[in-house]
């Protein structure tokens, strides 16, 4: 983790600066120090769980949804008046920089984001750097959405949210979901040189992105590498770390703590967190006191609730809990979070009820 924060970069307004977040729980513990209990949020807490959400998202497609001001802040509010978390993440989406700077993408429902022309030469690369750089003219809707928000969160801090520069290339080469991700790990080994023309613009898209919601206001930058773990850790470490690194960098210079989430990573923890993260975020599949182990103890986890257990009898998910707050003690400081995302199915007052339980211990 990094040492103390120098703040100067960021606007006399922002809630770190003014005091507004400084102290709070999830600041605190983002910085190594252990809050009475736990600050507690969720992936994907802003979103199909919520009627609110779905009332709000009613005939409105995902990206338009995500690029209106006055509707991105009122769906990041909404868990946050119903659930009493302790941090709003900002309710966007891993594409929503390549829609920014003009690339043809659509998230189709039931499928996901689709790319219209998939990445898979230098010259595909270049006309991607043809669009233009994502500058604050094309960034602003995101801005203001966040600007909107935290004038309305007080004292509660919000979290930036980024797809990580590997996950976005591989959107873009793959064209849309992929299991194996195989078109991505076959351009990185056929042709190097596309391949880091390519990270070298998704970091430079997704430094930009963050960097506009921190300036916004957000006390905090995730970083998330969903399909980071399709990789081995040699691929991961030579060919997607260093722009990962490049963002992480980008952020922690405006004065925040970041912090690093990929689905599958057990194997990538230490070179997630070694690329620049001051915290670990920690899949479902890793108890939290392993990971802090193989982190070396000195790195402040994110985690890691099972999402499928919010659907199980309460008191199976209340021991479970209990158990992941426990195994949170082995780290520095620990911010309870799910695993992954909250699924769309799930009871919102499951949540409601999880927040509770969180803050008694």
Same mark, same amino acid.
């Given at each position: 983790?990094?040492?103390?924060?120098?703040?100067?970069?960021?606007?006399?307004?922002?809630?770190?600066?003014?005091?507004?977040?400084?102290?709070?729980?999830?600041?605190?513990? &983002? +910085?190594?120090?252990?809050?009475?209990?736990?600050?507690? !949020?969720?992936?994907?807490?802003?979103? *199909?769980?919520?009627?609110? &959400?779905?009332?709000?998202?009613?005939?409105?497609?995902?990206?338009?949804?995500?690029?209106?001001? =006055?509707?991105?802040?009122?769906?990041?509010?909404?868990?946050?008046?119903?659930?009493?978390? =302790?941090?709003?993440?900002?309710? +966007?989406?891993?594409?929503?920089?390549?829609?920014?700077?003009?690339?043809?993408?659509?998230?189709?429902?039931?499928?996901?984001?689709?790319?219209?022309?998939?990445?898979?030469?230098?010259?595909?690369?270049? *006309?991607?750097?043809?669009?233009?750089?994502?500058?604050? $003219?094309?960034?602003?809707?995101?801005?203001?959405?966040?600007?909107?928000?935290?004038?309305?969160?007080?004292?509660?801090?919000?979290?930036?949210?980024?797809? #990580?520069?590997?996950?976005?290339?591989?959107?873009?080469?793959?064209?849309?979901?992929?299991?194996?991700?195989?078109?991505?790990?076959?351009?990185?080994?056929?042709?190097?040189?596309? !391949? #880091? #023309?390519?990270?070298?613009?998704?970091?430079?898209?997704?430094? @930009?992105?963050?960097?506009?919601?921190?300036?916004?206001?957000? +006390?905090?930058?995730?970083?998330?590498? +969903? !399909?980071?773990?399709?990789?081995?850790?040699?691929?991961?470490?030579?060919?997607?770390?260093?722009?990962?690194?490049?963002?992480?960098?980008?952020?922690?210079?405006?004065?925040?703590?970041?912090?690093?989430?990929?689905?599958?990573?057990?194997?990538?923890?230490?070179?997630?967190?070694?690329?620049?993260? =001051?915290?670990?975020?920690?899949?479902?599949?890793?108890?939290?006191?392993?990971?802090? $182990?193989?982190?070396?103890?000195?790195?402040?986890?994110?985690?890691?609730?099972?999402?499928?257990?919010?659907? @199980?009898?309460?008191?199976?998910?209340?021991?479970?809990?209990?158990?992941?707050?426990?195994?949170?003690?082995? $780290?520095?400081?620990?911010?309870?979070?799910?695993?992954?995302?909250?699924?769309?199915?799930?009871?919102?007052?499951?949540?409601?009820?999880?927040?509770?339980?969180?803050?008694?211990?």
């Amino acid at each position: 983790m990094s040492g103390t924060i120098d703040r100067v970069s960021l606007p006399p307004h922002h809630p770190l600066v003014d005091g507004r977040t400084s102290g709070s729980a999830l600041v605190r513990a &983002y +910085s190594g120090d252990r809050p009475q209990s736990p600050p507690v !949020w969720f992936m994907r807490q802003a979103g *199909r769980s919520l009627p609110e &959400y779905r009332e709000s998202r009613a005939g409105v497609a995902m990206l338009d949804a995500c690029l209106d001001p =006055d509707l991105a802040a009122e769906i990041t509010l909404q868990p946050v008046r119903r659930h009493g978390v =302790d941090a709003a993440v900002f309710f +966007s989406d891993i594409v929503v920089p390549l829609r920014l700077v003009g690339v043809d993408v659509e998230i189709v429902p039931g499928t996901g984001p689709v790319i219209a022309s998939p990445v898979r030469t230098v010259d595909d690369v270049a *006309r991607l750097r043809d669009l233009g750089p994502l500058d604050a $003219a094309r960034v602003s809707p995101v801005a203001e959405g966040v600007a909107r928000t935290v004038s309305r969160l007080g004292t509660t801090p919000l979290v930036g949210f980024a797809g #990580a520069p590997f996950t976005l290339a591989a959107y873009l080469v793959e064209g849309g979901p992929s299991r194996d991700h195989l078109a991505a790990r076959r351009l990185m080994h056929a042709d190097p040189a596309a !391949w #880091a #023309a390519l990270m070298d613009w998704t970091a430079e898209i997704t430094g @930009a992105f963050v960097a506009a919601q921190v300036t916004a206001g957000a +006390s905090a930058a995730q970083l998330f590498d +969903s !399909w980071a773990g399709a990789l081995t850790l040699a691929d991961y470490t030579a060919h997607c770390a260093p722009a990962s690194a490049r963002v992480l960098a980008q952020a922690g210079a405006l004065g925040v703590r970041t912090v690093h989430f990929g689905v599958g990573t057990g194997e990538l923890l230490v070179a997630m967190r070694d690329a620049g993260a =001051d915290v670990m975020g920690v899949d479902y599949r890793v108890p939290l006191d392993e990971a802090s $182990a193989r982190l070396g103890g000195r790195t402040p986890l994110q985690g890691n609730v099972d999402p499928a257990l919010l659907a @199980a009898p309460w008191e199976v998910l209340e021991t479970h809990v209990r158990d992941v707050v426990r195994r949170g003690t082995a $780290a520095p400081a620990h911010v309870v979070n799910l695993g992954h995302g909250v699924p769309p199915d799930t009871d919102p007052t499951v949540l409601t009820r999880l927040v509770q339980l969180v803050h008694s211990l």
